[in-house]
């Protein structure tokens, strides 16, 4: 049976960090030449059923595909010592926070469409702040559950995390949704390329933490988290397609808001609980990576596809 660590032993290390870099090119490439989503004047016309049908395939390519791809870093990221896994967990805050600023941005924005800023302001704090206490709730219930098992903590905060950018998933496919029920598939098409080079970048951030324990859990929890963190995607695209309303936008996005910040705070306990310095000059620099990047996937690739 082929395992992450019989990959690891017998494929060389540069081959395992170009590796799922080809394969992302290669998907980029096959959607870019092609036109995979059919005609868009057909789906606004179709019944319900085939509509969701097709989302649910587009959430699966734009969604759990790209984050899976992502996971395949393990291999190469487990091969790391403990101070470039925090480093790469430090990255993944920088992802987290850059994610964070986004859905404020959205939570003011969607406020603006919704009659009366205290119906906007309570929908908002009720989604934050309801998100943070149900994710603080499941990562007790998960941390005991591991620990009863015998396992590190790093699984249960690669489980966590993958149930915070889950939250954040949901908002690109009311965004995929929106747009193929209008019959734009050529921006479908797009949007799905950028989300794809944006969600492949998850992967990795999903794994860290897993990436730290001296065993290697079983494949079944990698194909988990992916689905976890991908899925969502699929979720919001069939709510996109069905309604769309200022009240519905706040919630979700303080929902991921919500989600978003609890991980983070996952994220520095598990940092500072290896006895580490949060202000490493390697984990700041790490930091600053993970945000910029996104920043550019945002600001000029996923913009640019958008134009």
């Known amino acids: 049976m082929i395992t992450f660590d019989t990959v690891q032993d017998r494929t060389p290390p540069w081959l395992l960090a ?6 992302l090119a290669v998907m980029l490439l096959a959607l870019f030449i092609t036109s995979p ?8 016309g179709a019944e319900t059923g085939e509509v969701l ?3 649910t395939i587009i959430g699966f390519m734009a969604g759990i595909v790209p984050v899976m791809i992502g996971m395949l870093w393990y291999p190469f990221l487990s091969s790391l010592g403990k101070r470039g896994i925090h480093a790469i967990l430090a990255l993944s805050a920088g992802v987290l926070v850059f994610i964070a600023v986004e859905m404020t941005e959205g939570i003011v924005g969607f406020s603006a469409e919704v009659d009366g800023l205290a119906t906007a302001v309570s929908v908002a704090i009720m989604g934050l702040v309801g998100t943070f206490a149900i994710m603080e709730l499941i990562s007790d219930w998960h941390h005991d559950r591991v620990s009863q098992k ?10 966590i995390v993958a149930i915070g950018l889950g939250a954040h998933s949901i908002g690109e496919g009311i965004a995929i949704g929106s747009a193929f029920v209008l019959g734009e598939v050529a921006l479908v098409t797009l949007l799905v390329i950028g989300f794809i080079a944006h969600n492949v970048s998850e992967g990795p951030v999903i794994v860290a933490a897993v990436a730290n324990e001296a065993t290697t859990p079983p494949i ?4 988990l988290m992916g689905v976890i963190a991908g899925g969502p ?4 695209g069939w709510i996109g397609s069905l309604a769309g309303t200022g009240v519905l936008a706040v919630l979700f996005f303080a929902i991921g808001l919500g989600a978003i910040v609890q ?8 940092i500072k609980g290896d006895q580490a310095k949060l202000t490493d000059r390697l984990n700041i620099a790490a930091f600053l990576v993970g ?3 996104m920043l550019f996937l945002e600001e000029v690739v996923l913009a640019e596809f958008i134009i």
């Open 233 to 236: 995607v699929i979720i919001g």
């Open 53 to 55: 049908w097709m989302l």
């Open 37 to 44: 989503f059919g005609d868009g004047s057909e789906m606004t």
């Open 291 to 293: 945000f910029v990047v």
């Open 263 to 270: 991980v983070l705070y996952e994220v520095t306990k598990y």
């Open 220 to 223: 079944r929890h990698f194909l």
């Open 150 to 159: 015998g396992r590190g903590r790093g699984l249960a905060i690669a489980y």
């Open 18 to 23: 170009i590796g799922p870099v080809v394969i």
